[in-house]
């Protein structure tokens, strides 16, 4: 059906029904949640823009398509070859009613509010020939939409850069939006940028499995949860692991996962990870190990002696005067252990941001693992934190991943699980030195 905007406009208006279909915000800004000057976007970030153009038309059903709502000026601002945005029903949201599509094209509607086309979405055909609908800008349909009640997430490119302009976007508010997913840091043509996925907080009905799904994000957003590095991992070791001889393990050789501390902290969400546990031993590894020295060697012992340093004073102290990089297998490599098996941590400091890689040998993948994940996690964000730096990444390291026979079957009910977003790390913002630390300076937030 070829229609264009003002005739399905005002069949909208006069129809009783008043169905919605919610939607999910697709945006870039700077680090002033700023959009665009002078009618341009103000970067050039080819990937950025590949970004957007995959998680606005990609779908799971290949029968169908999205649909993208923007404001007018938006429509004038996006280039003619690219305009309608292909594979999609583009949306242009005009009050006044002066907007002059001139061709009559089946991919473009105008609607005079955000209520009416989101109405016009909830009915045939639309209801099923639409997959998911995209806000996509710019600001003054954002200052309404972004935080209202029908915005399910917000995808947010975030810029790091100041750079003057004249439309803006409003702060997520994070009361009512958690992070889901945050991308390692992108550098294109010189430009720092990293995806953020925001998703509506929905506070779990007690007693009723799944209301907290997050199903309705884009499959290629949804799967970017770090918790499925885990999942993967043991997934792969139940279907693809050695079986050891007495036939009571399996395991994989070989594994790495990464996660990034700079928004939320990786305590896993599909399997109990007693936070209370976790605080408890890393505090108790500070106190013990960090006045410690447990080094074999006898130059470092010595040097710290000399220095009159404990081993992790000594480390953070170098990370505090030395702020440039770590190079592998010198004093600065750590033979820690706050978990069962032996482990290495190495730290690198980069853009003032700590990340911490730890290699272990052989671990066991359904207790140790997500134990060790936020145990090592906690420990490079309050080094982080006593250095002054940013806590980066962590990046862990394992030589052998087993699973006991004996857990296959708790693990596979565990892959059936849908990650929930991460939750927030909070240290007390006074505290400087590490052997300071007590529990209670340690809050996760959105548990
Ligand atoms: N960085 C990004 O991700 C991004 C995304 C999109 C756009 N941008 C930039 O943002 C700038 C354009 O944004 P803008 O804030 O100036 O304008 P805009 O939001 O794109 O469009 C404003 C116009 O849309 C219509 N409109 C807005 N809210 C409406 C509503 N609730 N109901 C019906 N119509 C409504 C009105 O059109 P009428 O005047 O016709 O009534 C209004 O004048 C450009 O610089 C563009 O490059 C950046």
């Known amino acids: 059906m070829a229609t264009t905007g003002e005739a399905s406009c005002s069949n909208v208006q006069s129809r009783v029904s008043v169905a919605r279909r919610s939607y999910q915000v697709v945006i870039a800004a700077t680090r002033d949640m700023g959009l665009g ?4 976007l103000p970067w050039d970030l080819p990937l950025e823009y590949r970004f957007f153009q995959d998680v606005t038309t990609k779908t799971s059903d290949p029968k169908k398509r999205n649909a993208t709502i923007m404001g007018r000026k938006s429509w004038e601002a996006t280039p003619l070859e690219i305009r309608p945005l292909p594979g999609r029903l583009n949306i242009v949201l005009s009050k006044s009613c002066c907007l002059n599509i001139d061709m009559i094209d089946e991919n473009v509607l105008v609607c005079s509010s955000m209520e009416s086309a989101l109405e016009l979405l909830a009915t045939k055909p639309y209801y099923f020939s639409i997959e998911k609908v995209f806000v996509i800008g710019g600001g003054d349909l954002l200052r309404d939409y972004m935080n209202a009640p029908s915005c399910d997430a917000i995808h947010l490119t975030e810029v790091d850069i100041s750079v003057p302009c004249d439309t803006f976007a409003p702060r997520v508010d994070t009361c009512l939006y958690r992070p889901w997913y945050s991308s390692f840091p992108i550098m294109e043509n010189g430009t720092r940028y990293s995806f953020n996925t925001y998703v509506r907080r929905k506070d779990p ?5 799944g ?6 994000l884009p499959k290629m957003v949804f799967e970017r949860h770090e918790e499925f590095g885990y999942l993967n991992l043991a997934q792969n070791v139940i279907s693809n692991g ?7 393990t399996l395991s994989k050789f070989g594994c790495q996962m990464r996660f990034n501390l700079r928004k939320t902290f990786p305590l896993l969400t599909t399997k109990k990870v007693l936070w209370e546990c976790v605080v408890e031993e890393i505090l108790e590894f500070i106190k013990e190990k960090g006045t410690n020295h447990i080094w074999e060697s006898d130059e470092a012992k010595e040097y710290l002696d000399s220095q009159e340093l404990s081993k992790l004073s000594h480390v953070i102290n170098k990370i505090k005067n030395n702020p440039i990089m770590f190079p592998p297998c010198n004093p600065f490599d750590l033979n820690l252990s706050v978990s069962p098996c032996q482990t290495l941590a190495q730290f690198y400091v980069a853009d003032s941001e700590l990340s911490c890689q730890i290699y272990q040998s052989s671990t066991e993948a359904s207790l140790e693992i997500p134990y060790s994940i936020a145990a090592y996690s906690l420990l490079t964000c309050i080094v ?4 002054g730096l940013v806590a980066g990444d962590f990046i862990h390291v394992i030589g ?5 026979k004996a857990d296959v079957e708790t693990i596979q009910k565990q892959l059936q699980i849908s990650p ?14 590490i052997e300071s630390f007590e529990a209670s300076d340690l809050e996760l937030l959105q548990i």
Request: charged share 25%; net charge negative.
């Open 37 to 40: 000057m002078n009618m341009k």
């Open 420 to 433: 929930k977003p991460f939750p927030i790390l909070k240290l007390h913002p006074e505290k400087t030195k």
């Open 384 to 387: 982080a934190h006593v250095c």
């Open 400 to 404: 052998e991943a087993y699973v006991n």
């Open 242 to 248: 050695e079986m050891s001889d007495n036939g009571t």
């Open 211 to 216: 209301t907290e799904d997050y199903w309705f």
């Open 205 to 209: 009905v007690v007693g009723v499995v």
